[in-house]
């Protein structure tokens, strides 16, 4: 009974990763599902994709181990955050499809509140801002557009949750509705300095708070399987929203530490301790993890593209045909040109927080072409965690020297990240562990099962595969990132 299995259900796919007791990687299964867009701006998955996908990839990650159920001591979730369900609490069913964390459709709502003056109210309890990036104003979406939705979640029929409360659900086959500090506190309903669901902002969105579910410490008792799962009841020991767990998995346990995951978008977050920090830039204020009761809090930086530029490089533009493509071709870009581009594809997220905006590119000469563009691309991700980093110093002054540590897909570029050192002027480590977010989530549970170490041993676990050098001239690297500033202003001037 020591191996964890983590359950990472993420944006575009389903990835469930075998831990044996040492957290070494054992096996690994990985489903991708579909993505609806009903309308413009609008993104939807159907739970019931969600479901299946886990359940298939954890059967088949324990199938590849050649192990059985019996020698699991425990389950770790993370999943994507934000992204809203609802469903009746009789027969399971949802009553519409998940409405995704990048959807818009609530942006008029968002405004409407804002113009009437709530935000700072909402900001100060939920250490969030009036975007319609988190749940709550989604929840009011489903209870004022589902019929009859909003009478009957008031007779107590229903249950809303992010999609960890979905999978326990059906995990343990309807007998628990739970979530977590980390993920409760994306919902815009959760007061995070009184660690309690907030019935002013529930009673101002007119939701009714018999939805909600209990909300629990990180590691610590979820429940546990329906038996004929997996072969037998494995107790569900560990949850966090995938951010959260990336910073577990890369151990910032100590205030000052900060990681950045590099996936579809970007999410640096900046672990503050005890220190509930209010943002005055514009970022987000959120729990890190809730262990024994005690919360530790973090500022976060949200870019909603990152790798998703190298994708539109490959899919749109069609001038690479894979990802690791990237890399050669922007190091053949010409070094005189001042191609500058702002992937604001779905509007810019922090500390802009523009909805409207839309991308742009600066500095085009006749000499510019698809290694220019390539450059540009990766250099953009660069500018924009600056971005954070700059919001995130003026909030709060860091004890010490500040390294960034990195992971996700696009973390396997070692042009990007030695730019992303240079435009920052500080150095950026890259773990030999990439999957830290499966591995966050493995570890809280494991901490639960008494199977991993304290969170001193654990992180002295952490490994170093590279750390990334501040290279750039200083003057050069001022120039640069002015001229980004630049473009960015013009970005939203022209929106
Ligand atoms: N070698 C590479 N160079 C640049 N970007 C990369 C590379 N490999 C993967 N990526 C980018 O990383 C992203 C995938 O990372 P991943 O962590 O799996 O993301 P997610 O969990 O959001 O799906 C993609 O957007 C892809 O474009
Ligand atoms: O599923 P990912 O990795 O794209 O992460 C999504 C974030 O949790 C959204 O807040």
Not at 64 to 69: D, Q, T
Not at 72 to 77: D, L, M, N
Not at 293 to 316: N, P
Not at 399 to 416: E, F, I, K, N
């Amino acid at each position: 009974m020591t191996h964890i299995l983590a359950i990472d259900q993420g944006t575009t796919s389903s990835r469930a990763i075998l831990f044996d007791g040492s957290l070494n990687v054992v096996s690994m299964a990985q489903e991708e599902f579909r993505q609806h867009f009903p309308a413009s701006g609008w993104v939807e998955h159907d739970p019931s994709d969600l479901w299946a996908t886990v359940a298939a990839t954890a059967r088949a990650a324990i199938e590849r181990a050649g192990i059985g159920a019996r020698d699991i001591a425990a389950i770790g979730i993370t999943n994507q955050r934000e992204t809203t369900l609802l469903w009746d609490r009789k027969t399971g069913r949802p009553l519409h499809n998940a409405i995704v964390w990048q959807d818009r459709r609530t942006a008029d709502l968002c405004e409407r509140l804002k113009a009437a003056g709530h935000e700072p109210m909402i900001s100060a309890r939920t250490g969030l801002l009036l975007d319609p990036y988190f749940s709550g104003t989604k929840l009011a979406w489903f209870l004022d557009h589902v019929e009859g939705a909003r009478a009957r979640a008031k007779a107590g029929e229903l249950a809303f949750g992010t999609v960890d409360s979905w999978l326990i659900w059906n995990l343990t086959g309807g007998q628990v509705h739970v979530t977590d500090a980390t993920n409760a506190a994306r919902t815009l309903l959760y007061n995070i300095a009184e660690n309690r669901w907030d019935a002013e902002i529930c009673g101002l969105l007119d939701i009714p708070m018999q939805l909600l579910p209990e909300v629990r410490d990180c590691a610590g008792d979820f429940g546990v399987t329906r038996a004929d799962l997996f072969g037998r009841e494995i107790p569900i020991l560990g949850v966090a929203g995938d951010q959260q767990a990336a910073t577990v998995g890369q151990a910032c346990f100590r205030p000052g530490m900060m990681k950045s995951t590099y996936g579809t978008g970007c999410f640096a977050l900046l672990n503050t301790g005890a220190d509930l920090v209010p943002s005055r830039n514009r970022l987000l204020t959120t729990i890190a993890y809730r262990l024994d009761g005690k919360t530790t809090y973090a500022l976060e930086g949200s870019i909603f593209i990152a790798g998703a530029v190298v994708q539109w490089l490959r899919d749109g533009l069609k001038i690479i045909r894979t990802a690791s493509e990237s890399q050669p071709l922007a190091q053949k870009a010409d070094e005189t040109q001042e191609v500058v581009m702002v992937p604001a594809f779905t509007g810019l997220g922090a500390p802009y927080w523009r909805p409207d905006c839309r991308g742009a590119i600066f500095g085009l000469t006749r000499n510019s072409g698809p290694a220019e563009f390539a450059r540009a691309a990766l250099e953009s991700v660069g500018y924009q965690t600056r971005d954070l980093l700059e919001a995130m110093r003026a909030d709060w002054t860091t004890p010490g020297q500040a390294v960034l540590r990195v992971d996700g897909g696009m973390t396997a570029s070692d042009w990007s990240m030695q730019f992303l050192a240079d435009i920052l002027g500080a150095p950026v480590d890259r773990p030999r562990v990439t999957e830290t977010t499966a591995l966050g989530a493995a570890y809280l549970a494991g901490l639960a099962a008494g199977v991993c170490p304290g969170p001193e041993q654990f992180a002295s676990q952490w490994a170093l595969d590279r750390r990334f050098e501040p290279r750039m001239d200083d003057s050069l690297r001022q120039a640069k990132y002015a001229r980004w500033k630049k473009a960015v202003a013009a970005t939203m001037e022209a929106a």
